[in-house]
């Protein structure tokens, strides 16, 4: 009887350390412009390294401003590449990012008051990861920081 309970609860443990099957939750960062402003509402915030990450963005501009405004998310693995890859994106793919191995999340362009979510994994390295609205001459004022620790 005892080795049986031993074998039990070794088993237990086993299932236990496996992970049984549930999915790490990403941590969800919500992400707004701000109102028509060339801007967003969060210009930092901060993840673990390695974690799931889900971004929701939500282009706040009202659907009566006369001009056409859309916005995205772009998040670099290196900030030295974000100047080549921000006149591309304006210089010919209307301002939506380009695929490119540099670049670690990136979002669709979306309308005013539209939404979209972007899901990736935090690099495993800590520090100051850049994003920005790629779209065309947002990416000056558009900006921020997500800080991996």
Excluded: W
């Excluded at 992970?19 to 060339?38: C, F, K, Y």
């Excluded at 100047?83 to 304006?90: C, D, F, N, Q, S």
């Excluded at 210089?91 to 669709?108: C, Q």
């Excluded at 979510?117 to 947002?138: M, S």
Aim: with cysteine.
């Amino acid at each position: 009887i005892i080795m049986k309970k031993i074998l039990i609860a070794l088993l237990a443990l086993i299932i236990i350390n496996c992970g049984g099957g549930t999915p790490q939750e990403a941590q969800v960062v919500n992400i707004g412009s701000l109102g028509s402003e060339m801007k967003y509402d969060i210009e930092e915030f901060t993840v673990k390294a390695g974690s799931k990450v889900k971004i929701v963005l939500k282009n706040n501009t009202p659907l009566d401003f006369p001009a056409e405004m859309q916005h995205n998310i772009v998040i670099f693995k290196d900030e030295s590449a974000a100047p080549e890859i921000i006149k591309l994106a304006e210089d010919y793919f209307g301002g939506d990012a380009p695929d490119d191995n540099r670049i670690l999340a990136k979002s669709i362009l979306i309308d005013k008051q539209e939404e979209t979510t972007v899901e990736f994994d935090a690099p495993k390295k800590a520090g100051r990861y850049l994003y920005v609205c790629t779209y065309i001459a947002h990416a000056g004022s558009m900006r921020g920081y997500m800080i991996v620790e």
